[in-house]
């Protein structure tokens, strides 16, 4: 275990856990920081390397960062020649800025109370987060404010209106903020089999995050849904939320993989819109290194449907209008996949991002297009499992 040594506000020697959920190596340097630094050598110091662990008090310490902050965001991008140079350009700036501000730490009590004056009770979101308390730690303030505000979202939630009630995100897990998507699942036509009672009202939700697609189904009218997911803390979200809305006897949340076994009448999957690494937990729910849960879910698609099933992807446009992925591309992971369309029905987003002028990505967001695929297998396929 990675270990920070340090002294306390009168020289004694203490030393706690480092912690980092984006991966942030343990610093080679660590300099002591308090009210009394400026602005100009933390963010000096930081660009060079040195972590720096605050023993002032919390509003100082919240101030310090915003101030950090401002400095580098002075700094304008270069020119892209291309939107996708502009993206690339976008997520340097981005990683920079996360990588110096997070070198500003704060350090957590052996009962992950917050050790600094004025500081409020952050005990309850740091075992949310991190789970029940055993050490000393020191942490990124960056992501300790986004572990307070996850415990926010958490006991506030977010309405869905599809489901007349509320989704309540976990820290690590992709909120559902965006609802076109869940809009898009909640009225799109039901296969035609389910309709007519030919096939068995079962369904799988790939990914399912928080749960509420399953809800969604579960509500539509779906006697067997399955959740799969890989993130230990997104299965605990949505089994949360299931029994929450009362629907944990028809939604099941499974780990072990995209798919689980057998075959449903209504496959969904609404993977990662954007074919790039993510540097965070959180950024899962958006980045999908080189498009592989895009093409497990395709390839798997055909081999997990009962006859006259369906595949619905829900995905953004953005990765094409970003210059990481074509739309050709696209349809030709259909056909590689033996798979046809049979609709798609697009939505336009309502976030407010696609609004903000000032992002260096508002020409792409703004013109952004979520669509739901209708997919079934070709003439041929989906007979054996794959």
């Known amino acids: 275990m990675s270990t920070i040594h340090r002294t306390d506000v009168n020289n004694a020697p203490r030393s706690a856990r480092w912690h980092s959920e984006s991966g942030m190596p343990l ?32 509003p100082g310490a919240r101030q310090l960062l915003r101030a950090m902050g401002r400095r580098l965001d002075r700094k304008p ?3 892209a020649a291309s939107a996708a140079e502009a993206f690339r ?18 350090p957590l009590a052996e009962d992950h109370s917050l050790a600094l004056r004025r500081a409020p009770d952050v005990r309850q979101a740091c075992a949310e987060a991190y789970g029940p308390p055993d050490a000393p730690t020191v ?16 006991l506030k939630g977010v309405e869905i209106p ?5 989704i309540h995100p976990h820290f690590g897990v992709f909120s559902p903020t965006r609802g076109e998507y869940v809009d898009l699942v909640a009225r799109a036509p039901l296969p035609a089999a389910v309709v007519r009672g030919t096939a068995p009202r079962t369904a799988f939700d790939l990914g ?18 399955t959740a799969t997911d890989i993130n230990p803390r997104a299965l605990a979200c949505a089994r949360e939320n299931v029994h929450r809305l009362g629907l944990a006897r028809r939604v099941e949340v499974v780990d072990g993989g995209l798919y689980p076994d057998g075959r449903a009448a209504l496959v969904v999957c609404n993977p990662p819109w954007l074919p790039a690494r993510p540097t965070s937990a959180v950024e899962q729910g958006v980045y999908d290194p080189d498009g592989r849960m895009l093409r497990g879910f395709l390839t798997g698609l055909a081999g997990h449907l009962e ?6 992807l829900v995905l953004s446009d953005l990765a094409e209008r970003l210059g990481l992925r074509t739309r050709g591309e696209l349809l030709s992971a259909f056909d590689s996949a033996g798979l046809r369309i049979l609709d798609r029905i697009d939505t336009r987003p309502r976030h407010p991002r696609s609004r903000d002028t000032t992002d260096p ?22 007979k054996t499992d794959g």
């Open 27 to 58: 610093p080679r340097r660590v300099a002591v920081a308090d009210d009394g630094m400026k602005a100009a050598t933390a963010h000096r110091l930081a660009c060079e390397g040195t972590a720096l662990l605050w023993q002032g008090d919390f």
């Open 77 to 79: 991008l270069p020119p």
């Open 89 to 106: 350009l976008h997520r340097r700036a981005r990683g920079h800025r996360a990588r110096v501000l997070g070198r500003l730490l704060v």
């Open 139 to 154: 942490v990124p303030l960056t992501e300790l404010l986004g572990v307070i505000g996850a415990h926010q979202w958490r």
């Open 162 to 166: 599809a489901l007349g009630s509320r």
């Open 208 to 225: 399912t995050g928080t749960g509420v697609l399953s809800a969604v189904l579960a509500r539509r009218g779906f006697d067997r849904v």
């Open 307 to 312: 006859p006259d099933g369906e595949g619905w």
């Open 361 to 382: 990505l508002h020409t792409a967001r703004a013109a952004e297009v979520t669509s739901l695929w209708r997919l079934a297998p070709s003439a041929g396929t989906g």
